[in-house]
């Protein structure tokens, strides 16, 4: 029976993360000792170790079905392939910085000055909606110390923290583009490949779902349980159970965790004790 074959980022900001989400998928492979190639033993799918940049290529060409990239390096790439899942993690954002001292006083600023960058496609894109003419330098890595070297008069680079920037003494000062992790896929899938993927998608999504949301468990009074089910934005109605306690229920729901701190005081007010909130592994629709 063939494979799908996954590419995964070797060793970088990737990796971990998406090693980590095949695993919580239930696939078994062994990782580590550098192997660039390893297979998994309970699902039908082998797993390639590539270079970030090369994999929008091998998805392309159909070397690699599906990959997980910076949806930065996605665009950058220009090839065609498709996104077909967006994985909520190694979020970052590809941004306009210049020397710290500079008088920025808005976009206009970079018309006629040149602009370092690994990212030509995204910038140039960026400008020419922006009515800005500039010269978009490209050099492949150390981006930040362009400006110092008087190499340009600013840079276009990934930004997470900024604390990078802040220790080249630059400022970020445009967001170009929000960035994430991506799940991308070949167009042409062969049938047989198509449901492999289908079946890891399913997996995927049930393991996202769970993160974003949370089990609650509550005890009410029972005349208050009228109130504190208004209060609670569940996904279905909540189960209710009698207490050992005259007059009390406890109460258990599955609430988006966001919302969670939202609405706890007013639980509280409620009248809503023992409150207890916890992860769910995962979570099938
Ligand atoms: P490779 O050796 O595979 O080419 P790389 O140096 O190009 O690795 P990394 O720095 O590991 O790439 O970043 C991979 C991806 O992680 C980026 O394309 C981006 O989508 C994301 N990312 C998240 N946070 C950051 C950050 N602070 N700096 C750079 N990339 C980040
Ligand atoms: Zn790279």
Known sequence: MSKLKIALQKSGRLSEKSVALLEECGLKFPNGGGKLITESSNFPVEILFLRDDDIPQYVEQNVAHIGIIGENVFLESQKSISIIEKLNF?????????????DYEGLNFFN????????????????????????????????EIAPGIGLADGICDIVSSGSTLLSNGLKEVVTVFKSQA????????????????????????????????????????NDQLEKIIQILPGMNSPTILPLAKEGWSSLHSVIGEEKFWDI?????????????????EKMIL
């Open 90 to 102: 190694s979020g970052c954002r590809l941004s306009l910085a210049v020397p710290k001292e500079t």
């Open 112 to 143: 006629n000055k040149k602009i370092a960058t690994s990212y030509p496609n995204i910038l140039g894109k960026y400008l020419r909606e922006n009515n800005i003419s500039a010269t978009v330098e490209v050099i492949s890595g150390s981006v």
């Open 182 to 221: 991506v799940l991308v896929a070949n167009q042409n899938l062969d049938s047989e490949m198509q449901q492999i993927l289908n079946k890891l998608l399913f997996r995927i999504r049930s393991v996202q779902k769970a993160k974003e949301n949370k089990y609650i468990l509550l005890n009410s009074p």
């Open 264 to 280: 706890i005081d007013e639980l509280k007010e409620a009248g809503a004790e023992g409150i207890l909130v916890v992860p769910i």
